[in-house]
């Protein structure tokens, strides 16, 4: 009997830690942000920005650069930012390169 009762102690014990847990949860995703910046040379050019509470988040911008050779591009995700991504783990950035 006392080993039963230990052992269901112990169950409520793991199922408090998970609400605690899903509770956690639920509060991180409230609010959640998608936040990238565009980068010319470590210089910030544009930031993308979606707070969306459910469901799927999109965040689009356009920009033309006049690139010098050895120019960097790079898209940053902020720290408090997410970015999800697909079973491959690739999310998506797309750019053209147009000649003069």
Known sequence: RDQLRA????LKAQ????????EKLNQQQQG???????????Q?????FEDQ???FMTTSKGV???LEAGDVVSVLLLASG????????HTTFSGHLVFP
């Open 53 to 55: 509470k459910d469901g």
């Open 15 to 22: 199922v408090d830690k998970q609400k605690t847990e899903l």
């Open 82 to 89: 997410l970015a999800f991504d697909d079973y491959n783990h």
């Open 7 to 10: 052992e269901v102690d112990q």
């Open 32 to 42: 959640i942000a998608l936040s990238v910046q565009l980068c010319r040379n470590s």
């Open 44 to 48: 910030k050019v544009f930031m993308a």
């Open 64 to 66: 033309t650069l006049l």
